[in-house]
């Protein structure tokens, strides 16, 4: 018993070093979510909704820079689940970034961890459950990255920190949602905005009905908030204002901005900014919180229109009156582009480091690779609606696309994603990006498509160079911001027009671009950038497969051995009966360290099993 006892302790010494030697001396903070269905109704019309422990939103994650992030996930829902965290690099690790790509899913009734280090980041982020349209029914919440305190933030320091969700909401859940698109119909216009989880104020009885509750966010006079906004929404675009308050805008998924104050702005599906906001007013009365659906017709739209309520501690009454006015640019499509294109880099102020961020000079470094990617409105490919990037609308993965190489799994995807887009009919295909390391490449996103779109790309931030109406040519170069233009991961594509964003491939791994439109990503208009790097020896630019790693498709027969609790204890035994045997482990470029683990766990259980009899035997 002793000699067990001794092994275990021993065992799980070595468990501490190995994890050490992975992740230097940055902190851990752990989180547990437990992702749910729960009843509530925020529109006033009772409905299954998304829970993170209980709650919509879900727990703000708030970490430092360069943390180790470890995040117990627990799938209470009745189908596959998996959280995804855009703007979070994950460097060398695509293994952690949830989406299909990357990840195989969390089945219900199991738990996964995931575990990551946000390395050199800082910046507002949020998280959302990736798979079967389930962020329409909830699951987000933000993801704060604060800065180290030896680094200086570019503003002095709020007095308070301030999160607001907003984005569009239907009354049918999420497996309704699916169903209609799944039947090639239109999602229809949403039924409301919900702001933090909840429906507007009634701040006009015809519009809103009684017993809606609405969000109240408390201050103090004369202080000054951060309040990042995120849109975690379906597809619209919604404008951002409080009324007669100046936004400062701060930063934005990422990086610090050129600070400019503004009355209101549009923040697209996937976007995230910080603002700075001082409560500079005499709270005579609460002030209206609002965000209203853009580039509609806003008489026939006025529903969606999400309104909360900002509450000085002084305050005399409660909000009245009309709301503050969106945008007066209906026959003016120039506002929202200059609006977006004067969201610039503050290049002197540092990020995550103490070197500025204009400190590497995009705008003198030539391309090696253009890409176009061409959106077109949904149309039909073998008798379904699906949407497509360059005539290819995306089928999921059945393996994750690292892992299929890990594995050797032929025919697991292509890599044939063109470069521009083909003058053939549209198809269904499991196309890659063949990307190559440590390009910099300019991906010019020309939507024609009826409706404005949000791209994303995982992994990475890109400078947003240029923006504008109309075809995109060569010559378009000519327009670009070579010098402060904004680092993100989300931007906008109006319709009709392109956008162009320069990307440096430092970060080796499979990473998904897509629209965040929802609608769209869900019909098909996704790819991904498969980056190796060739001359990789010994895990420096990609971390092997967590030892955790979930298998599923043509990898599923791996499954069964790693899950099980017995099996890891069976392996941990080992070890520490043979000490030093994980780390003697063959060194090849390529190796799989998954399957090294579970061949060898298939000879311990043998080993065993005849050890524990030998044992028996002996007491
Ligand atoms: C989801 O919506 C569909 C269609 O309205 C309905 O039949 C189903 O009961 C709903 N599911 C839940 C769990 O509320
Ligand atoms: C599941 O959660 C438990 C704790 O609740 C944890 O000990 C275990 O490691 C988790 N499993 C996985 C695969 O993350
Ligand atoms: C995040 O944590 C920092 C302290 O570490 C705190 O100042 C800040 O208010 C927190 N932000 C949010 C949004 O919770
Ligand atoms: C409420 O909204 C309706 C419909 O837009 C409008 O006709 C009415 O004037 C509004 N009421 C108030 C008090 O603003
Ligand atoms: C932004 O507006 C505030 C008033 O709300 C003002 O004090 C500040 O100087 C303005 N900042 C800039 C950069 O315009
Ligand atoms: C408070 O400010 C509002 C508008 O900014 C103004 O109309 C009102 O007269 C002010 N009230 C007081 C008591 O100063
Ligand atoms: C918006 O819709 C209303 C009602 O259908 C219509 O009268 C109006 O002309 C539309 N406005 C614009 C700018 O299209
Ligand atoms: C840029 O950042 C610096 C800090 O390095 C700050 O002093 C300055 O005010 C910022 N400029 C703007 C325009 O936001
Ligand atoms: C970029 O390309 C130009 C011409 O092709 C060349 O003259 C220049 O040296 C290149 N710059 C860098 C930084 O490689
Ligand atoms: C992918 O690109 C690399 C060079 O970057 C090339 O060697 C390789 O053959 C390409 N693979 C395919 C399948 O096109
Ligand atoms: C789509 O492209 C066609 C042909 O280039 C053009 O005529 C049409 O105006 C475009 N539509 C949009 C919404 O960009
Ligand atoms: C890479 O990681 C795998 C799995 O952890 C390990 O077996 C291998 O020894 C590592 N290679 C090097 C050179 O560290």
Known sequence: MALLAGSVALCL?????????????????????????????PLGVPQQVIAVNGKLPGPTLNVTTNYNVVVNVKNKLDENLLITWPGIEMRRSSWQDGVLGTNCPIPPKWNWTYQFQVKDQIGSYFYFPSLNFQRAAGGFGSFVVTNRDIIPLPFDTPDGDIVIIIGDWYTRNHTALRAALDAGKDLGMPDGVLINGKGPFRYNSTLVPDGIQHETINVDPGKTYRIRVHNVGVSTCLNFR?????????????????????????????????????????ASSDYYIVASARFVNQSIWQRVTGVAVLHYSNSKGTATGPLPDPPNDAYDTSYAVNQALSIRLNVSASGARPNPQGSFHYGSINVTDVYVLRSVPPLTIDGKLR?????????????????????????????????????????????????????????????????????HMDGYSFFVVGMAYGEWTENSRGSYNRWDAISRSTTQVFPGGWTAVLVSLDNVGVWNLRAENLDRWYLGQETYMRIVNPEDVGNKTELPPPDNVLFCGALSHLQKYIITLVSFWFLCFFQCLIPGLLYSRPQKADSSAGATILRRSELYLTLLMMLSAAISVLL
Do not use: W
Not at 248 to 270: C, K, M, P, R, W
Not at 391 to 402: A, C, E, H, L, Q
Not at 423 to 438: E, F, H, W
């Open 13 to 41: 010494i070595h468990i501490a070093v190995l994890l050490g030697s992975c992740f230097a001396a940055d902190p851990f903070a752990n989180f547990e979510l437990e992702v749910s269905y729960i009843t509530a109704s």
């Open 387 to 455: 949407a497509t990037f360059n005539g290819i609308s995306f089928v999921k993965p059945d393996t994750p696309i690292r892992l299929a190489d890990q594995f050797k799994v032929q025919g697991a995807y292509k890599l044939d994603f063109p470069a521009s887009p083909l003058g053939r009919p549209p198809q269904l295909d499991r196309s890659v990006i063949n990307a190559t390391y440590k390009g910099f490449i300019e991906v010019v996103l020309q939507n024609n498509d009826t409706v404005v779109q949000s791209f």
């Open 242 to 282: 409080i009324q007669n308050h100046n936004l400062l805008l701060a930063e934005t998924e990422g990086h610090y901005t050129a600070q400019q104050n503004y009355s209101s702005l549009d923040i697209h599906v996937g976007q995230s900014y910080s603002f700075l906001v001082t409560m500079d007013q005499n």
